[in-house]
């Protein structure tokens, strides 16, 4: 069982940026690891992934030129930095990994996922 603590989550102005992390318990270099959200009254979404060389790396459509993922394979981390947000961006932001090399962005094949971290961000 693979237990994923997300942080770097908080209150920020609309054009600002933040930096999320997330941990894992064990090794996670060979999974695909992913970035997902939940906003008030929504949907979970898919926000972006990047395969376990890190070397391949796939957005949603409404982060893409703003939102970048990354990982650390050494340090069992992938992180998510966040720029030009938008309010439309608030949400609880989960960390998720997927037992696969294989790239996915829907939710329900991703294996284990972190309790989350609230990002708000205001106009």
């Known amino acids: 069982q693979v237990q994923l603590v997300e942080s770097g989550g908080g209150f920020v102005q609309a054009g600002g940026s933040l930096r999320l992390s997330c941990v894992a318990s064990?090794?996670?270099?060979?999974?695909?690891m992913g970035w997902f959200r939940q906003a008030p009254g929504k949907e979970r979404e898919f926000v972006a992934a990047i395969d376990p060389s890190g070397s391949i790396t796939q957005r949603a459509n409404s982060v893409a030129g703003r939102f970048t993922i990354s990982r650390d394979n050494a340090k069992n981390m992938v992180y998510l930095q966040m720029n030009s947000l938008k309010p439309e961006d608030t949400a609880v932001y989960y960390c998720a990994v997927r037992r696969s090399i294989v790239m996915s962005t829907a939710g329900s094949l991703y294996d284990y996922w972190g309790q989350g971290t609230q990002v708000t961000v205001s106009s």
């Open positions: 064990e090794g996670t270099y060979g999974y695909v």
